[in-house]
C-alpha cells in the first residue's frame, strides 16, 4: 500500500473520535498551567495499551500536539505559559489580550499552530530519515552554543538595559545548577535540604515567576484585568488575513521549528524562543516586540507546534526521543513490540504511516477546537469578577506546581520563587531572562563540560569550542541576533532625531524597561547582593570535581562581572533622589495579604490536608480580590462556586489522575 493509501486507515470513525477527543483533552490540560503534556500523554498510555497499535499512537499524539498548543491560552489570557513551549507567546500574547485584542490573539495562535504543526507532520511524512541525520550532526559543542543562541533571546527583550537582562540569565543558569550535576554528579547548592536534590522543577518555576507576580498585581486595583474588545468574538477573519500578509513569517518559523525539534532535548521551548528572536530581527518594526506584535504570537505558535513532527524524526527512525512526551509514546510503541529503527517505516508501514496520517488530522481538527474554546474562554475570563478570577488562577497555579510530582515542596517553591519574582521585576529585573536561564541551563552545562573534557583531553580546547563548521554557524547567529537590538536602538534613535517617528510607545510590562537617567541605590543593593551570591557559587564550587565545578565557577564570575558592569553604570550617572520605601497604600496592602494567604496555603497544606487548605485559601483570597461590594446573595454565590471548584479539582486529581494527595488532619 502507498502512502496515500494509510490515509483511508486513518480516517476510520475510531480514529478520527480519537483523534479529536485526544485534541480537546489535550488542549484544556495544555491550558491549565503546570498540567503539561507530559502528563496529558503519560496518564493516557495505559488505555492504548488494549487498542490496535496505531489507534493508540493516534490518540497519544493527539493529546500531545493539542496540549502543545493549549498553553497558548494561559500564556495569552493570564500571561503565564500553560506549557513550557509558550512561554515566548506571554511577550506579546498577553498586551493584545490586555488591550482588547485576546481573542485577535487567540485566532493568530490557533491559525499558526496548525499551520506549524501541519508543516511538522509533513516532515515527518516525507522527510524523516534524511532530518535524523540532522540530529546526529549535532555534538555535545553545537548543542551548547545552541542553547547560548536562545540566550540571545535576552538581548532582544533587554533593549536599553541589555545588563539586567544578562544578569537575570545568570540567575536563572544558578538555578538550574541546583541539585546533582548532569555531568560528574556531585551533589551542588542543594544547602542540606532534600528536596532540592532533583534540582529546581522547571513547570514549577514558570508557574511561580510568570504566574504568582500577575495575581499579585490583580488583586492591586480595581482595573479590569482585560480589556473586553470593541469588535467582540474572537476576530478569525481579521486573524487569518494578518496571518496571510505575515505568510513568510509562519513558514520560517514552522521550518525552524521543524529543524529544532529533530534535536534531542531542545524542544518547544527553545524553538519558540529562537523563531521570536528571528521575527524580531527581521521585522521593520522590532521596537514594538514585547508590546503586543502580532508576528511574536504567530512566531511562537508556529514553531513549537511544529517540534510535535519534528520530535517524532528522531524519535522514530533513531529511537531517541525528542522531548519526554516523546519517550513516553517510544515506550508506548516498545511495549506494543513494534522495533524503532530505521526499518521501521517499511517493517510497520501501516502503523507509522495511519499513525503520521492521524496526526495531520488531528492538527487540522485543532481549528475548529481551538476557536471553539477560544472563543468561550476569552469571554467568560473577561467577565468573571476579580473575586472569582484570582481565586482560580491561584488554585491552579497551586494544583499545577502540586500535580508534577504530587509533592507540596513544588507547590512551595513556587510560591516562594513568584513572591520573589515580584519584588525583583519591580527593579527591573524581569522573569524572561531567569526563565530562559533555567531552561536552557542543563543543554548549555551538559554540552559546555563534555566540550571542555573532550578539549582538555585533546589539546584542542579551541577547536573544539569555535573551530566545528555546524558551530561557527550558531555562533554568527547568536552574534547577529546579541548585536541586533543595539543597532535596532541606534536607528531608532536616529530616525528620532530626523523627527521621521515619535517616541517610543509605553512599554506594558512585558520588556524590561529602559535604564533609569539617574543613579538607583536600590538597582545597586541588588548588584551587590548578586555579587555575594557570585562569591558564594564560585566558593560553594571549590570542594566539587573539576567536572561538577567548571560551569558553576564560569557562571559565578561572569555573575560578578555584570553584577559589577552594573554597579559601575549606576556611579557614572548623575546622583538621584533619595531612596524612600514605597508607600503602604491600599493596593500594596492587598500584595502582602495574598502573599500571605498564598504561604500560608501551600506550607499548612500537608499538615490540614489539600482540600479544606483550598477552600479556606479560596475564601480568603476572594475578600482580597474583592472591589465590587456585592450583596449577600451574591457572595453566597461566589462562596459555593468556590467550594464546589476546589472539590472538583480535588475529586479530578485524587480518582481520575490517581496523584497521592496530602490528607494532613481533615483532608
Given at each position: 500500500?502507498?502512502?496515500?493509501?494509510?490515509?483511508?486507515?486513518?480516517?476510520?470513525?475510531?480514529?478520527?473520535?480519537?483523534?479529536?477527543?485526544?485534541?480537546?483533552?489535550?488542549?484544556?490540560?495544555?491550558?491549565?498551567?503546570?498540567?503539561?503534556?507530559?502528563?496529558?500523554?503519560?496518564?493516557?498510555?495505559?488505555?492504548?495499551?488494549?487498542?490496535?497499535?496505531?489507534?493508540?499512537?493516534?490518540?497519544?499524539?493527539?493529546?500531545?500536539?493539542?496540549?502543545?498548543?493549549?498553553?497558548?491560552?494561559?500564556?495569552?489570557?493570564?500571561?503565564?505559559?500553560?506549557?513550557?513551549?509558550?512561554?515566548?507567546?506571554?511577550?506579546?500574547?498577553?498586551?493584545?489580550?490586555?488591550?482588547?485584542?485576546?481573542?485577535l490573539a487567540i485566532s493568530l495562535?490557533?491559525?499558526?499552530?496548525?499551520?506549524?504543526?501541519?508543516?511538522?507532520?509533513?516532515?515527518?511524512?516525507?522527510?524523516?530519515?534524511?532530518?535524523?541525520?540532522?540530529?546526529?550532526?549535532?555534538?555535545?559543542?553545537?548543542?551548547?552554543?545552541?542553547?547560548?543562541?536562545?540566550?540571545?533571546?535576552?538581548?532582544?527583550?533587554?533593549?536599553?538595559?541589555?545588563?539586567?537582562?544578562?544578569?537575570?540569565?545568570?540567575?536563572?543558569?544558578?538555578?538550574?545548577?541546583?541539585?546533582?550535576?548532569?555531568?560528574?554528579?556531585?551533589?551542588?547548592?542543594?544547602?542540606?535540604?532534600?528536596?532540592?536534590?532533583?534540582?529546581?522543577?522547571?513547570?514549577?518555576?514558570?508557574?511561580?515567576?510568570?504566574?504568582?507576580?500577575?495575581?499579585?498585581?490583580?488583586?492591586?486595583?480595581?482595573?479590569?484585568?482585560?480589556?473586553?474588545?470593541?469588535?467582540?468574538?474572537?476576530?478569525?477573519?481579521?486573524?487569518?488575513?494578518?496571518?496571510?500578509?505575515?505568510?513568510?513569517?509562519?513558514?520560517?518559523?514552522?521550518?525552524?521549528?521543524?529543524?529544532?525539534?529533530?534535536?534531542?532535548?531542545?524542544?518547544?521551548?527553545?524553538?519558540?524562543?529562537?523563531?521570536?528572536?528571528?521575527?524580531?530581527?527581521?521585522?521593520?518594526?522590532?521596537?514594538?516586540?514585547?508590546?503586543?506584535?502580532?508576528?511574536?504570537?504567530?512566531?511562537?505558535?508556529?514553531?513549537?507546534?511544529?517540534?510535535?513532527?519534528?520530535?517524532?524524526?528522531?524519535?522514530?527512525?533513531?529511537?531517541?526521543?525528542?522531548?519526554?512526551?516523546?519517550?513516553?509514546?517510544?515506550?508506548?510503541?516498545?511495549?506494543?513490540?513494534i522495533k524503532i529503527g530505521p526499518?521501521?517505516?517499511?517493517?510497520?508501514?501501516?502503523?507509522?504511516?495511519?499513525?503520521?496520517?492521524?496526526?495531520?488530522?488531528?492538527?487540522?481538527?485543532?481549528?475548529?477546537?481551538?476557536?471553539?474554546?477560544?472563543?468561550?474562554?476569552?469571554?467568560?475570563?473577561?467577565?468573571?469578577?476579580?473575586?472569582?478570577?484570582?481565586?482560580?488562577?491561584?488554585?491552579?497555579?497551586?494544583?499545577?506546581?502540586?500535580?508534577?510530582?504530587?509533592?507540596?515542596?513544588?507547590?512551595?517553591?513556587?510560591?516562594?520563587?513568584?513572591?520573589?519574582?515580584?519584588?525583583?521585576?519591580?527593579?527591573?529585573?524581569?522573569?524572561?531572562?531567569?526563565?530562559?536561564?533555567?531552561?536552557?541551563?542543563?543543554?548549555?552545562?551538559?554540552?559546555?563540560?563534555?566540550?571542555?573534557?573532550?578539549?582538555?583531553?585533546?589539546?584542542?580546547?579551541?577547536?573544539?569550542?569555535?573551530?566545528?563548521?555546524?558551530?561557527?554557524?550558531?555562533?554568527?547567529?547568536?552574534?547577529?541576533?546579541?548585536?541586533?537590538?543595539?543597532?535596532?536602538?541606534?536607528?531608532?534613535?536616529?530616525?528620532?532625531?530626523?523627527?521621521?517617528?515619535?517616541?517610543?510607545?509605553?512599554?506594558?510590562?512585558?520588556e524590561i524597561t529602559p535604564e533609569?537617567?539617574?543613579?538607583?541605590?536600590?538597582?545597586?543593593?541588588?548588584?551587590?547582593?548578586?555579587?555575594?551570591?557570585?562569591?558564594?557559587?564560585?566558593?560553594?564550587?571549590?570542594?566539587?570535581?573539576?567536572?561538577?565545578?567548571?560551569?558553576?565557577?564560569?557562571?559565578?564570575?561572569?555573575?560578578?562581572?555584570?553584577?559589577?558592569?552594573?554597579?559601575?553604570?549606576?556611579?557614572?550617572?548623575?546622583?538621584?533622589?533619595?531612596?524612600?520605601?514605597?508607600?503602604?497604600?491600599?493596593?500594596?496592602?492587598?500584595?502582602?495579604?495574598?502573599?500571605?494567604?498564598?504561604?500560608?496555603?501551600?506550607?499548612?497544606?500537608?499538615?490540614?490536608?489539600?482540600?479544606?487548605?483550598?477552600?479556606?485559601?479560596?475564601?480568603?483570597?476572594?475578600?482580597?480580590?474583592?472591589?465590587?461590594?456585592?450583596?449577600?446573595?451574591?457572595?453566597?454565590?461566589?462562596?459555593?462556586?468556590?467550594?464546589?471548584?476546589?472539590?472538583?479539582?480535588?475529586?479530578?486529581?485524587?480518582?481520575?489522575?490517581?496523584?497521592?494527595?496530602?490528607?494532613?488532619?481533615?483532608?
Open positions: 500500500m502507498d502512502i496515500i493509501g494509510y490515509l483511508v486507515d486513518a480516517l476510520t470513525p475510531l480514529n478520527l473520535v480519537l483523534a479529536l477527543a485526544g485534541v480537546v483533552l489535550g488542549t484544556i490540560i495544555g491550558a491549565l498551567p503546570g498540567l503539561s503534556a507530559t502528563m496529558a500523554v503519560a496518564v493516557l498510555v495505559p488505555f492504548t495499551f488494549t487498542m490496535d497499535p496505531a489507534a493508540g499512537l493516534i490518540a497519544l499524539g493527539a493529546i500531545y500536539t493539542g496540549a502543545i498548543y493549549g498553553g497558548a491560552f494561559a500564556a495569552i489570557l493570564v500571561n503565564t505559559p500553560g506549557t513550557p513551549s509558550a512561554i515566548a507567546t506571554t511577550f506579546d500574547g498577553f498586551p493584545m489580550a490586555k488591550r482588547g485584542d485576546g481573542g495562535a490557533t491559525i499558526s499552530s496548525v499551520v506549524g504543526g501541519i508543516v511538522g507532520a509533513v516532515a515527518l511524512l516525507v522527510l524523516a530519515p534524511p532530518l535524523a541525520k540532522v540530529a546526529l550532526a549535532f555534538g555535545p559543542t553545537e548543542y551548547f552554543w545552541l542553547a547560548m543562541f536562545g540566550l540571545t533571546l535576552i538581548a532582544a527583550l533587554s533593549v536599553g538595559n541589555t545588563v539586567k537582562g544578562l544578569i537575570g540569565a545568570c540567575l536563572g543558569l544558578v538555578l538550574s545548577m541546583i541539585g546533582v550535576a548532569v555531568v560528574g554528579g556531585d551533589v551542588r547548592y542543594t544547602m542540606g535540604m532534600q528536596r532540592f536534590l532533583a534540582g529546581i522543577d522547571l513547570t514549577s518555576a514558570i508557574i511561580g515567576l510568570y504566574c504568582v507576580p500577575v495575581i499579585l498585581d490583580l488583586v492591586a486595583n480595581a482595573d479590569p484585568h482585560l480589556k473586553p474588545s470593541e469588535t467582540g468574538g474572537l476576530r478569525f477573519r481579521e486573524g487569518t488575513r494578518i496571518a496571510l500578509k505575515r505568510k513568510f513569517n509562519v513558514i520560517r518559523s514552522s521550518v525552524i521549528g521543524t529543524i529544532i525539534g529533530v534535536l534531542p532535548g531542545a524542544g518547544g521551548s527553545i524553538a519558540g524562543l529562537v523563531s521570536y528572536s528571528e521575527a524580531r530581527r527581521t521585522s521593520e518594526n522590532p521596537e514594538s516586540f514585547g508590546k503586543g506584535n502580532p508576528d511574536g504570537v504567530i512566531a511562537t505558535e508556529s514553531a513549537n507546534n511544529a517540534t510535535v513532527g519534528g520530535g517524532f524524526i528522531p524519535t522514530l527512525v533513531l529511537g531517541i526521543p525528542g522531548t519526554p512526551p516523546d519517550a513516553i509514546i517510544l515506550g508506548a510503541l516498545l511495549v506494543q513490540g526499518t521501521l517505516f517499511t517493517t510497520d508501514g501501516n502503523i507509522v504511516y495511519t499513525f503520521i496520517w492521524g496526526l495531520l488530522i488531528a492538527t487540522l481538527l485543532m481549528l475548529p477546537v481551538g476557536l471553539l474554546i477560544g472563543r468561550y474562554a476569552y469571554s467568560t475570563i473577561v467577565k468573571v469578577p476579580k473575586a472569582v478570577l484570582a481565586p482560580t488562577v491561584a488554585l491552579l497555579t497551586i494544583i499545577g506546581s502540586f500535580a508534577i510530582h504530587s509533592n507540596v515542596d513544588d507547590a512551595q517553591l513556587m510560591v516562594g520563587l513568584g513572591i520573589l519574582s515580584w519584588i525583583l521585576n519591580r527593579y527591573g529585573f524581569q522573569p524572561s531572562p531567569i526563565v530562559l536561564g533555567l531552561v536552557l541551563g542543563s543543554i548549555a552545562e551538559q554540552g559546555f563540560v563534555q566540550t571542555y573534557l573532550i578539549g582538555n583531553a585533546s589539546g584542542r580546547m579551541t577547536e573544539m569550542f569555535f573551530m566545528r563548521p555546524i558551530s561557527i554557524g550558531i555562533i554568527c547567529a547568536a552574534l547577529l541576533t546579541l548585536g541586533f537590538p543595539f543597532w535596532a536602538d541606534w536607528k531608532a534613535k536616529r530616525r528620532r532625531q530626523l523627527g521621521q517617528i515619535a517616541e517610543p510607545i509605553a512599554d506594558d510590562g512585558t533609569h537617567k539617574q543613579r538607583d541605590l536600590p538597582e545597586i543593593g541588588f548588584a551587590i547582593l548578586f555579587i555575594i551570591l557570585g562569591i558564594g557559587i564560585y566558593l560553594g564550587a571549590s570542594g566539587m570535581s573539576a567536572l561538577g565545578s567548571v560551569f558553576p565557577k564560569t557562571i559565578a564570575a561572569v555573575l560578578i562581572a555584570f553584577s559589577a558592569l552594573l554597579i559601575a553604570m549606576n556611579l557614572r550617572r548623575p546622583a538621584g533622589g533619595s531612596f524612600k520605601l514605597a508607600n503602604l497604600n491600599a493596593g500594596a496592602m492587598r500584595r502582602i495579604s495574598l502573599g500571605v494567604v498564598l504561604l500560608a496555603w501551600v506550607f499548612l497544606m500537608p499538615v490540614i490536608g489539600f482540600l479544606v487548605t483550598s477552600m479556606i485559601a479560596f475564601v480568603a483570597i476572594m475578600i482580597v480580590a474583592d472591589y465590587d461590594r456585592p450583596p449577600a446573595k451574591t457572595w453566597a454565590i461566589w462562596i459555593v462556586s468556590g467550594l464546589l471548584i476546589c472539590t472538583g479539582f480535588w475529586w479530578l486529581m485524587a480518582n481520575v489522575l490517581l496523584l497521592r494527595m496530602p490528607a494532613g488532619l481533615l483532608i
